[in-house]
C-alpha cells in the first residue's frame, strides 16, 4: 500500500521560506515521477514541480522557477520543496503525487500521478 504524508506547511509573511516534506512508503520500484501540486481555493490543482527520482532531473513551473527547489532524500524516501521568497499567490494546499509521467511536458498534469497525499497548507500574508 502506497502513502504519501505530507508536512512542513504553515502561515508566514511575504519573502518568507519554507520546506514542504513528503514521506513516501510502499512505491514499488527505486525510479518514480514525483510531484508537488497546489490548490487555491476555487482554482484547479496546478502543477508546481517534479522530479525524476531515478536521474534526479526537475521541472519547473514558470511561476516558481528561481524561488522553490524540489529535491529528494534515497535514504529517507522523502521528497522535499524548498520554498523561498514566498508570495502571496502562493497560498495554497500543496500536495505530494507519485508515479506521474515525467517526460515531454506530462509532469504538470495531474491526471497522470496515481498516488497522492494528504496535502499541507501553505498561508503567505502580505
Known amino acids: 500500500q502506497v502513502q504519501l504524508v505530507e508536512s512542513g506547511g504553515d502561515s508566514v509573511a511575504a519573502g518568507g521560506s519554507l520546506r514542504l516534506s513528503c514521506a513516501a512508503s510502499g512505491l514499488a520500484y527505486s525510479s518514480y515521477c514525483m510531484g508537488w501540486f497546489r490548490q487555491a481555493p476555487g482554482k484547479e490543482r496546478e502543477g508546481v514541480a517534479a522530479i525524476y527520482t531515478g536521474s534526479g532531473t526537475t521541472y519547473y513551473a514558470d511561476s516558481v522557477k528561481g524561488r522553490f527547489t524540489i529535491s529528494q532524500d534515497n535514504a529517507k524516501n522523502t521528497l522535499y520543496l524548498q520554498m523561498n521568497s514566498l508570495k502571496p499567490e502562493d497560498t495554497a494546499m500543496y500536495y505530494c503525487?507519485?508515479?506521474?509521467?515525467?517526460?515531454?511536458?506530462?509532469?504538470?498534469?495531474?491526471?497522470?500521478?496515481?498516488?497522492w497525499g494528504q496535502g499541507t497548507q501553505v498561508t503567505v500574508s502580505a
Open positions: 503525487a507519485a508515479d506521474g509521467a515525467c517526460y515531454g511536458g506530462l509532469w504538470y498534469n495531474r491526471y497522470e500521478y496515481k498516488y
